[in-house]
Antibody, heavy 118, light 107 residues
């Protein structure tokens, strides 16, 4: 069955970086885009960026440009999201999700809580 | 960027009620719209894609309609498990922005 398993919670200081992983299984890794979405406490859903695992090509939301890097490792079917220069506003649950292009995210990871605090 | 505006933000309803949530895009997105349900502490769940196609396993009391700039999610007869937050998402072009969400509460 399709599974997306994310790495565990992180606590970081302002100015630091965080790298969250999303290990996929149960489907052809290169056949579906992976999308990173975050949700601040009590808030809505916000797109961070998206990767085509087949080519490694990425697109990032404007508000994260220059701070986020999404990569993939085809040998382990894993996608990574690294966010740098963290501030308290980056405190959120970060989700990876498998995308059917134009149709939406049909499978999601369990979420990774990132807390940014001094 | 394509912005989507969802309304209402909060909705109070009773078991058995019919409810409707609206999502408006600031430019035409054909039928490239999805609806998600999210319960506290859980990842979102895809309910509807292509504006009106029910995802496998989603009960038939959920329905979606619309195209272009205006879309609706309807729950025909609310069940206890339907009390959650709901989000629309445009999928016409990146960034795939979400609506602000609707929290559906028990009256």
């Amino acid at each position: 069955q399709v599974q997306l398993e994310q790495s565990g919670a992180e606590v970081k200081k302002p100015g630091a970086s965080v790298k969250v992983s999303c290990k996929t299984s149960g489907y052809s890794f290169t056949s579906y885009y992976l999308h990173w979405v975050r949700q601040a406490p009590g808030q809505g859903l916000e797109s961070v960026g998206i990767i085509n695992p087949s080519t490694g090509g990425t697109t990032y939301a404007q508000s994260f440009q220059g701070r986020v890097t999404i990569t993939r490792e085809t040998s382990t079917n894993t996608v990574y999201m690294e966010l740098s220069r963290l501030t308290s506003d980056d405190t959120a649950v970060y989700y990876c999700a498998r995308y059917l292009t134009m149709f939406g995210a049909d499978y999601w990871g369990q979420g990774t809580l990132v807390i940014v605090s001094s | 960027d394509i912005q989507v505006t969802q309304s209402p933000s909060f909705l109070s309803a009773s078991i058995g009620d019919r409810v409707t949530i609206t999502c408006r895009a600031n430019q035409g997105i054909s039928s490239y719209l999805a609806w998600y349900q999210q319960k506290p502490g859980k990842a979102p769940k895809l309910l509807i894609f292509s504006a009106s196609t029910l995802q496998t396993g989603v009960p038939s009391r959920f329905g979606g309609s619309g195209s272009g700039t205006e879309f609706t999610l309807t729950i025909s007869s609310l069940q206890p498990e339907d009390f959650a937050s709901y989000y629309c998402q445009q999928l016409n072009s990146y960034p795939y922005n979400f609506g602000q969400g609707t929290k559906l509460e028990i009256k």
